[in-house]
């Protein structure tokens, strides 16, 4: 174990802030050299997908601001694969350059390696 | 709290920590003006640096924080200008925040 501090989104991207605070919080840490893991699952998994259209709504592109994670140091990412299933989203199509995307097989193990859980 | 700064004739309002309100609202006499305020004199060290910030705001939407800043700078510039101690000189105390304000993006976010 690594790493000590895991970081999960759990919610659609603009639906409410949460994205927005959890990508926060990873930023914020990595600044700090306490560069966490990150995992998305269940609605998570939609803020990786490009096509985002956040204009509308006066919205930053939360896409574009992940993009930005590998320069703070997140340079894997995982993603559960059975929410991406049940949604019917193949994983070609979450592209994030300079990305490592990793499918979770059992996100419960996943998670209970790690001594910290924060949930977005 | 508002203030503003006339620059080339135009009223440009910042926020109360001397960042602009309206990133559309920045020019070079703007950066200029700003760097004043921090007591640097532009060189095209600088503005080499300031430009690569406006890049990094239009990729991703956001203001780096010194880490990721460093990084792309040594990406986009070399390893050499890829330092911590040469923005260190170039934008003192604070390169991030204070590069940032002069090329007119936001106070980065995390920059606690």
């Given at each position: 174990m690594s790493q000590v501090?895991?970081?999960?989104?759990?919610?659609?991207?603009?639906?409410?802030?949460?994205?927005?605070?959890?990508?926060?919080?990873?930023?914020?840490?990595?600044?700090?050299?306490?560069?966490?893991?990150?995992?998305?699952?269940?609605?998570?998994?939609?803020?990786l997908m490009s096509g985002q259209a956040p204009q509308q709504i006066e919205q930053k592109s939360l896409y574009r601001n992940l993009q930005a994670l590998p320069m703070f140091g997140v340079e894997r990412i995982h993603v559960c694969r059975q929410s991406l299933e049940v949604r019917g989203i193949h994983k070609d199509t979450l592209a994030l350059p300079g990305m490592e995307l990793e499918l979770a097989r059992d996100a419960g193990a996943l998670i209970s390696r790690y001594r910290h859980v924060l949930s977005f | 709290m508002s203030k503003s700064i006339t620059i080339e004739g135009r009223e440009i309002p910042l926020d109360k920590e001397g960042y602009l309100r309206n990133l559309d609202d920045w020019s070079p006499?703007?950066?200029?003006?700003?760097?004043?305020?921090?007591?640097?004199?532009?060189?095209?060290?600088?503005?080499?640096?300031?430009?690569?910030?406006?890049?990094?705001?239009?990729?991703?939407?956001?203001?780096?924080?010194?880490?990721?800043?460093?990084?792309?700078?040594?990406?986009?510039?070399?390893?050499?200008?890829?330092?911590?101690?040469?923005?260190?000189?170039?934008?003192?105390?604070?390169?991030?925040?204070?590069?940032?304000?002069?090329?007119?993006?936001?106070?980065?976010?995390?920059?606690?």
């Open positions: 501090t895991l970081v999960i989104f759990r919610r659609s991207p603009y639906g409410s802030s949460l994205a927005r605070e959890g990508l926060e919080a990873v930023l914020a840490a990595a600044a700090m050299d306490q560069t966490p893991d990150v995992l998305f699952m269940g609605d998570g998994v939609f803020q | 006499a703007v950066a200029e003006y700003m760097a004043t305020s921090e007591d640097i004199d532009l060189t095209e060290a600088h503005w080499e640096v300031l430009r690569l910030l406006q890049d990094f705001y239009r990729q991703f939407e956001l203001s780096p924080a010194m880490r990721p800043l460093v990084k792309y700078v040594g990406q986009q510039l070399g390893a050499d200008k890829g330092r911590s101690i040469y923005l260190m000189q170039l934008f003192p105390p604070s390169p991030a925040r204070v590069a940032s304000k002069i090329a007119g993006l936001p106070k980065p976010t995390n920059c606690l």
